[in-house]
């Protein structure tokens, strides 16, 4: 028996899924938004602001222990975890509490419970039967581990229980160099652990150019953070204090705790997705530009859909499910021209092509990089941070790329998402002139060397 029918039942009320319900109801559809846990999903409960705000702690910390550089007297007395805890769950409760209101406010039905796929149109939940014109699957990832590996959520973890640790650990190893890897390396760090990264590629952030990866493992370096690239996992053995892990070809790590930050898998298994007819591929869901499933009633769209794993993807996908079935005009989304940060010490971000992806699609002859040194960045100084605005562009024609390293940059990508997606030339940016002393002079900076009238170049 169907108890309710509307125009939206969307499964899963995560960045994607809620982003698709609150457009959709602004549109006018009636929208019934399943969720097991707490809408907010992953990003807002245990992944982006969580993770942030112990990254603005560690920041604290940094600034509290260094103040001495800046002339500043301080006594850094060491890391309060209650408090930094209590600290980061306010962030979360209050922002929890503003989507839950701005929900409620757009007349969306949200049902607690867990749901399952049982027809091109319906999702069931405990006895009760939601039928929607259209469905939408948005039920986000989880934290995968390596065959053998089993969490055990006290000393070998994921990112999860790291975000309730009431401690601050002697020593971490972390087992994966991609984005979670390193924010939490570096927040450990930060609190005073030893830390030890063990990543299988050849460079942390492997996504990142490699000039990224480069500036950053040598940042990590200095603050005394280790890691071994191109080592795979072999095994962990509990030992009286902690972990033991091997690596293959021999070497042994051991720690207090162990956190597997190697991927995230599709949440996908036993929600009879394929029994209703929707094509999967290695768990995800597939679909085509327009996230759309191989079932015509049906959408998917963020972290269950082979697409970038960021929250804000997830929010313009939902945004572009939500308009598509509005019938109003949309495009499908560029995934490189999105923007990707790392908030780890120092932060890493970039949009567009990387050089390696551009040299591969354009030819190395028709390829242009520039690297712009923060050394000759007035405000970089002040911060006392190091690293550097890479572009990349096509030879005499528009930047394909912007990728860049050092404190706070996250914040810089936003102008380089609009350089990079317009299509800017070199000497369009140019002539833009940036604020003085900002960091993002070093943006603008970047683009006068481009254009071949560098003012403050430093190699
Ligand atoms: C530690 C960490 C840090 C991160 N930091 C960032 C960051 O800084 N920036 C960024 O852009 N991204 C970040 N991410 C990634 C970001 O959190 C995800 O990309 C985003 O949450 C994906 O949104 P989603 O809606 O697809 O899935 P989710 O947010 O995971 O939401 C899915 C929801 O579906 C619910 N659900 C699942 N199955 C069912 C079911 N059967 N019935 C009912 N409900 C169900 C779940 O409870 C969940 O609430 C981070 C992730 C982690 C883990």
Same mark, same amino acid.
């Given at each position: ?13 995560g ?6 319900a609150?457009?959709?109801a ?10 097991k ?6 990003c ?17 910390a ?22 930094v805890?209590?600290y980061k ?13 701005t ?32 469905v939408?699957?948005?039920t986000?990832?989880?934290?995968r581990?390596?065959?053998?590996l ?9 990112s999860?229980?790291a ?47 490699e ?22 996992f ?43 007819g ?18 015509p009633?049906?959408?998917? %769209? $963020?972290? +269950?859909i082979p697409?970038? &794993? @960021? ?9 572009? *499910? #939500?308009?598509?079935?509005a ?8 995934y490189p ?12 971000a ?23 040194n923060l050394?000759?960045?007035g405000?970089?100084?002040?911060l006392?941070?190091s ?7 096509v ?12 404190s706070? %940059? $996250?914040? +810089?990508?936003?102008?380089? &998402? @609009?350089?990079?997606?317009?299509e800017?030339?070199?000497s369009? *940016? #140019? ?6 002393p ?19 170049a430093?190699?």
């Amino acid at each position: 028996m169907v108890d309710t029918s509307v125009d939206l039942v969307i499964l899963g009320g995560g960045s994607g899924g809620y982003a698709c319900a609150l457009r959709a109801a602004e549109l006018g559809m009636s929208v019934v938004l399943i969720e097991k846990d707490k809408v907010g999903g992953t990003c807002l409960h245990r992944g982006c602001i969580p993770t942030k705000a112990l990254l603005h702690a560690a920041e604290l910390a940094d600034a509290a222990r260094e103040s001495e550089k800046f002339g500043i007297k301080t006594t850094f007395e060491g890391i309060d975890v209650a408090g930094v805890n209590a600290y980061k769950d306010g962030v979360v409760n209050r922002l929890y509490k503003g989507l839950t209101g701005t929900v409620s406010s757009r007349k969306i039905q949200v049902v607690a419970g867990k749901g399952r796929l049982v027809s091109p149109t319906a999702v069931q939940v405990g006895d009760s039967t939601f039928q929607g014109r259209h469905v939408v699957l948005a039920t986000g990832s989880y934290a995968r581990s390596l065959p053998g590996l089993d969490i055990d959520g006290e000393r070998v973890i994921t990112s999860d229980h790291a975000l309730e640790l009431d401690r601050v650990p002697a020593s971490v190893m972390v087992l994966g160099g991609g984005v979670i890897g390193v924010e939490f390396a570096s927040v450990w760090r930060s609190f005073g652990a030893e830390v030890t990264i063990v990543e299988a590629l050849p460079h942390l952030v492997p996504l990142e150019d490699e000039a990224s990866s480069k500036l950053l493992e040598r940042v990590f370096r200095r603050r005394g953070i280790k890691f071994t690239l191109g080592a795979r996992f072999a095994g962990v053995e509990r030992t009286g204090t902690g972990v033991r892990v091997s690596l293959e070809g021999g070497e042994a790590i051991e720690s207090e705790l162990l956190l597997v930050a190697v991927g995230r898998g599709p949440i996908s298994a036993g929600l009879g997705f394929e029994a209703v007819g929707v094509s999967m591929d290695r768990g995800f869901v597939s679909v085509d530009e327009y996230c759309r499933t191989s079932v015509p009633t049906i959408s998917a %769209v $963020g972290d +269950l859909i082979p697409t970038p &794993q @960021l929250a804000h993807v997830g929010f313009g996908e939902g945004i572009l *499910v #939500a308009e598509r079935l509005a019938e109003l005009p949309v495009v499908p989304i560029d995934y490189p021209g999105v923007p990707r940060v790392t908030y780890c010490e120092p932060e890493v971000a970039s949009v567009g092509l990387t050089e390696a992806q551009a040299v591969e699609k354009y030819g190395a002859d028709k390829v242009a990089t520039l690297s712009y040194n923060l050394g000759g960045n007035g405000k970089s100084q002040i911060l006392r941070t190091s690293g550097a605005v890479k572009l990349v562009a096509v030879k005499d024609g528009p930047v394909l790329g912007v990728h860049m390293v050092g404190s706070r %940059v $996250g914040e +810089l990508v936003a102008e380089a &998402q @609009l350089i990079v997606n317009w299509e800017a030339l070199p000497s369009e *940016v #140019a002539q833009l002139i940036h604020p003085h002393p900002t960091q993002s002079e070093a943006v603008g900076e970047a683009h006068l060397a481009l254009a071949g009238k560098p003012l403050h170049a430093h190699n």
